[in-house]
């Protein structure tokens, strides 16, 4: 018998909220350090990118472990396990007395965050069925979307008050709260009937899931865009206030902006995926294809309007795209919610840090990187536009 997808309940609301918190707060909150922390450690800021570029290297790879640990032993296990390394690492890098010591912690944080991150998705698998998934994650992408609004002011706030260390020690303290509320708060959700089989490191459990052309076709969907979000997260500060001369105060107003319609598009959308999950991808994709033509149009331009005018636009693909594709991704596998989350996780994390770190050598600039990016989705819409695309995302399912 097929299970009711369930109704939203605020306190499961509440844990999936923090759950998939945790990865965003650590990569944006210490953004406005950058400078501080490389003068400190006597590197680059291109050298402090990579601690952003590594924490998203194990977000994604230790999800391929977390995934199959959550269909074993249980959500809430794995979570409890997670959010206590984030804490633990956190702290390490609080009292990082060298910039490699702080790369092994941010290795750490990551591995702590890719099981909260892999819990959340199975949890919205079970909980709330094929159906209303991509509805449930478009709802969560727009709750993600306040940390770059936040997190930012925040970082900068606690770097210029007490040091930039204190964000790695407010880490230490939200993850804390969280631990207590996860501990307390949070009820198993695993399916009764889930299965597991083989080895934790067999990663061979990943072969029928990848054989899958709906699960292939719209993770790698999720690969790409994410993509382009990492590199304007990571690279649009730098551009804004190193190259166009901008301030903090500019920088902070583009990302508020950016992140407030985001915030109004993924709590929009998912009313317009639920009625047609198919149209609402392929309108996503346009758009963000669109964007990244316009990116290219304006790329001459040396103003942050210019480099963000495509970005705010594409706020609505992002939207209309991750939630839809997610959610379809995740729609084979009720029984192995947590293997398949790991796997779209990673190629989402792990998949889209590769493809920046490779695509940096290009020697682009920000806007002509960023729209490069978008562009890379250009032959899956044509893919996604096709007969075939009705086969690789079906319209009803």
Known sequence: MQTQPAKPNLILLLILALLVIFCPMAIDIYLPAFPTIAEQFNVTEQQVQQTVAIFMLTVGLGQLIAGPLADKFGRKPVAVVGVSLYAGS???????????????????????????????????????????????????????????????????????QFG???????????????????????????????????????????????????????????????????VYVTLAPGWIITHLGGTVADFTFWFTLNAVLSIVASFITPIYIKRNSQKALRVGVSILVFSGVLMLALSHIQSALALMLPI?????????????????????????????????????????????????????????????????????????MSKKGHILHPANS
């Open 90 to 160: 956190a702290l390490l890098a609080y009292f990082a007395p060298s910039f490699e010591v702080l790369m092994i912690a941010r290795a750490l944080q990551g591995l702590g965050a890719c099981a909260t991150f892999v819990v959340a998705f199975a949890i919205v698998r079970d909980k709330y069925g094929a159906q209303r998934s991509g509805q449930m994650i478009t709802y969560l992408n727009g709750i993600v979307c306040f940390i770059p609004a936040l997190a930012p002011i925040l970082g900068a706030w606690l770097t210029v």
């Open 164 to 230: 930039w260390r204190m964000n790695f020690l407010f880490l230490t303290g939200f993850a804390l709260v969280g631990l207590v509320i996860t501990l307390f708060l949070f009820r198993e959700t695993r399916p009764a009937d889930s299965h597991y089989q083989g080895h934790i490191l067999d990663l061979r459990r990943f072969t029928p899931i990848l054989k899958t052309p709906i699960f292939l076709f719209n993770s790698l969907l999720c690969m790409v865009a994410m993509s382009a979000i990492l």
């Open 312 to 384: 705010l636009i594409a706020a609505l693909g992002f939207a209309l795209s991750l939630g839809s594709a997610a959610g379809m991704a995740l729609s084979r596998f009720p029984k192995q919610a947590g293997t398949a989350s790991a796997l779209i996780g990673a190629m989402q994390m792990s998949g889209a840090s590769v493809l920046v770190f490779l695509t940096q050598y290009l020697g682009l600039s920000t806007p002509w990187l960023i729209a490069f990016h978008l562009l890379i989705l250009a032959p899956l819409w044509l893919i996604l």
